[in-house]
């Protein structure tokens, strides 16, 4: 049964007036028999493997706009809800696992995963798959919770094509230049259903490449698109707002940041996050 508006403002967030709620996120649409909503199993290739990919396909005709939604390390929280809710907006929803990750073949590499986000990127854009899935590759919007944050900021900074980005509690993992035991354990804490790497392997490499992997190296970039910026109580918050601070001071910078009370996973604030991404989507072009 469809929620009413009464109970749609008692479950949305506190700072959102009743009248700016709107039912059709929070509801079904009407069936589409011509073109109903769908799922496409993706293989993406990416450095000689096929990545496991998904499609949450839009209901209508399109081309429908597209959200390429990216997990973070390793990837416990992949913000699938997230998807539907886009997808109910008339977004087609994209997500992947990296190579070496949740199944997807290869070895997991950090430098890897930005290549991986790249050959996502040129597979939506390849005219054959744009017409299969129904989408518009000129409206490609990146989006990132935690490491995806930052695999989705190191991308928009190198793609001036997209239409804009997401971070959601996200983690640079450029910079860090810390003692090599707290990076090994923490790399330790966060590598199950990774293939290939150790965590004195997956430290090293965030090491060796401080500077490389450091966002913030050409966040003047990111000045030529949307940028959306939500951060959460999770101690990460500073390493996103200085970012999104260095784009804003960049001329014609369209940034706007977000921070919510709530943990790294946004765990108690699920409707709160789909309203926030959902009504920057629609500011967009």
């Given at each position: 049964?469809a929620?009413?508006l009464a109970?749609l403002?008692?479950?949305?967030?506190?700072?959102v007036?009743?009248?700016q709620?709107?039912p059709?996120?929070?509801t079904?649409?009407?069936h589409d028999?011509?073109h109903p909503?769908?799922?496409?199993?993706?293989?993406?290739?990416s450095g000689g493997v096929?990545?496991?990919?998904?499609?949450?396909t839009?209901a209508?005709?399109?081309?429908?706009?597209?959200?390429?939604l990216m997990?973070?390390?390793p990837g416990?929280e992949?913000?699938?809800d997230?998807?539907?809710a886009?997808?109910?907006?008339?977004w087609?929803?994209v997500?992947?696992?990296y190579r070496?990750?949740?199944?997807?073949p290869g070895?997991?590499s950090?430098?890897g995963n930005?290549?991986?986000?790249?050959?996502?990127?040129?597979?939506l854009?390849?005219?054959?798959e744009?017409a299969k899935?129904?989408?518009d590759?000129k409206?490609?919007v990146?989006?990132?919770?935690?490491m995806?944050?930052w695999?989705?900021?190191?991308?928009?900074?190198?793609d001036p094509?997209?239409?804009g980005a997401?971070?959601?509690?996200?983690?640079?993992?450029?910079?860090?230049?810390g003692p090599?035991?707290?990076?090994?354990?923490?790399?330790?804490?966060?590598m199950?259903?990774?293939?290939?790497?150790?965590?004195?392997g997956?430290?090293?490499?965030?090491?060796?490449?401080?500077?490389?992997?450091d966002?913030?190296a050409a966040?003047?970039?990111?000045?030529?698109?949307?940028?959306l910026?939500l951060?959460?109580?999770?101690?990460?918050?500073?390493?996103?707002?200085?970012?999104?601070?260095r784009v804003?001071?960049?001329p014609?910078?369209?940034v706007a940041?977000?921070?919510?009370?709530?943990?790294h996973g946004w765990?108690g604030t699920?409707?709160r996050?789909?309203?926030?991404?959902?009504s920057?989507l629609r500011t967009?072009?």
């Amino acid at each position: 049964m469809a929620l009413g508006l009464a109970a749609l403002a008692a479950a949305a967030p506190a700072h959102v007036p009743p009248a700016q709620i709107d039912p059709a996120v929070y509801t079904d649409p009407p069936h589409d028999k011509a073109h109903p909503a769908g799922m496409e199993v993706l293989h993406i290739p990416s450095g000689g493997v096929s990545l496991n990919g998904v499609a949450y396909t839009a209901a209508g005709p399109g081309p429908h706009p597209v959200l390429v939604l990216m997990h973070g390390l390793p990837g416990n929280e992949k913000n699938l809800d997230l998807a539907q809710a886009v997808r109910r907006a008339g977004w087609t929803v994209v997500t992947f696992n990296y190579r070496g990750s949740w199944g997807s073949p290869g070895r997991f590499s950090f430098a890897g995963n930005l290549a991986d986000a790249r050959a996502v990127l040129a597979f939506l854009r390849d005219p054959a798959e744009a017409a299969k899935l129904g989408i518009d590759p000129k409206r490609l919007v990146v989006a990132g919770h935690s490491m995806g944050g930052w695999v989705a900021a190191m991308t928009a900074e190198r793609d001036p094509s997209l239409a804009g980005a997401i971070l959601i509690s996200a983690a640079n993992m450029g910079g860090r230049t810390g003692p090599r035991a707290e990076t090994v354990a923490l790399m330790a804490d966060n590598m199950e259903s990774l293939a290939g790497v150790t965590a004195q392997g997956m430290a090293d490499e965030v090491i060796a490449h401080a500077a490389a992997f450091d966002w913030t190296a050409a966040a003047a970039r990111l000045a030529g698109k949307p940028l959306l910026v939500l951060t959460s109580d999770d101690g990460l918050a500073p390493e996103a707002g200085a970012l999104a601070a260095r784009v804003k001071a960049e001329p014609g910078a369209r940034v706007a940041v977000v921070h919510a009370a709530t943990d790294h996973g946004w765990s108690g604030t699920r409707i709160r996050l789909e309203h926030e991404v959902i009504s920057w989507l629609r500011t967009l072009p």
